[in-house]
């Protein structure tokens, strides 16, 4: 089974090649994107229904070893974060019409494909300028794909964002130069046991490298205080591309800040306050910012700055000496991003078909959308439920875990956070139904067109996140048994 490694990276490639081929015929490039996602999502659930006796699964790229070759290994961390990322490729393929929703460019779905196959190597790499490399694929595709349409504010946005994330790329460089410097390697394994014998004798250049990475991984998950280039591009961008980019493109820096700053170096205390305290600022930053805004996807948005925050902060749980602390944070961390990849793509996505019917995002230019389009308001209703965390959805149990990790853990302050981070998203959720959903339509009377293929691919994900609200043990029983695989391997000496 170890060359099928290389299927979700080599899958993404053909639909890539194939959606080049068929430019002139947008049709069969979107049936084609289809096909290819089908494949993918197949292959993520396979994974997980064969569990344990396929996983971990590893390849020597042209069978060179490492430190010298590259390793690719999906292991069930992997496998969990491939799956979901194959339900919302899916979605976004299912959802896209070139011109209405999506970019009317005919390398919209080539791009697409070639933004899933850099998601697919980082989070199947096992060496760090592998890594580096996979970031730098997603972002030369979201560069091309911020600059499709050429207006004031969409390119605006689109500086920030390229010139905030080349900036992250560079400091990722410079760190991976220098660890390789004092460790001459870069492959994860190695590197564990090479920097915990560097700790000893040289702690604070550890420490150096340390916070120089977890910089790069902050800039590119969109914590505080470097979020700057999120708000200020993704409502510009065709819904379903910043559906794509909202829910999986910021989950790709958590990740690398989990794998690497969190698993592959040594505990250190330090870290583990910096990573509380920007977490516990993003949470109240992000829900400060999505209050006083009045375009729904903007509103969104800053609410990714927030969520990134809870994700942020159960996942520095990784660091603590408590074993149990260790275990619960992190469940509830993986758990916490598989449910906002999905709802906050969905949420995205939604907002593209309120602007398809009523040809608008602003809050003043809509209202009572519920009684003419109640299916408009019910697709919207499940995902924001959901990230206001009310019971039973999704959202609840992903709190609820974290809170239980806070209170388990005696982290009372924290708790007091995600309080308040809570109580105000369910306002600004509040707020974007009663705008929308309640109250007088506007005059004219909004006439526009919902395609049913962008239904479809709404009504996925919503179900996506019914399934996960009703049996949140489904989902929970994969999660924990990623962290016992993580663990056991720390204890047997293997390292993450």
Known sequence: MSNWTFFPIAITFLGFALTLLVTSKPKLQKLVSIGIASCYLSFGLYLLSQGSNILPMSLQVADWRAPFGITLRIDYLSAILLTVTGIVYLCVTVYSNLGDNAESSALYFPLIHIIIAGISGAFSTQDLFNLYVWFEVILLSSFVALGMVQNKSRLSGAFKYIVLNILSSMIFLLAAGLIYNVTHTLNFELLSSHLEQLQASHPSYVLALNITIFIAFAIKAGLFPFFFWLPASYHHISPAISGLFAGLLTKVGLYAMFRVNFMVFPADTYIETIAMALSSLSILIGVAGAIVQTNIRRILSFHIISQVGYIGLAGSFLLSENPVIRS???????????????????????????????????????????????????????????????????????????????????????????VVGGFFTVYSMTKIWLAAFWGKPPEPSPQGVVRVSAIVGCSLLSLSTLVISLHPDLLYGHVQEAVNHLMSGVANGKGF
């Open 328 to 418: 619960l944070g992190f469940s509830a961390a993986l758990f916490y991003m598989v449910h906002h990849i999905i709802v906050k793509a969905n949420l995205f996505l939604v907002s593209g078909l309120l602007a398809s019917y009523a040809g608008s995002e602003r809050l003043a230019k809509l209202g009572g959308i519920m009684p003419v389009k109640p299916l408009l308001a019910f697709l919207f209703a499940v995902p924001a439920l959901s990230l206001a965390g009310i019971p039973p959805m999704s959202g609840f149990w992903a709190k609820f875990t974290v809170f239980k990790t806070t209170l388990t853990g005696d982290y009372f302050l924290l708790t007091f956070v995600m």
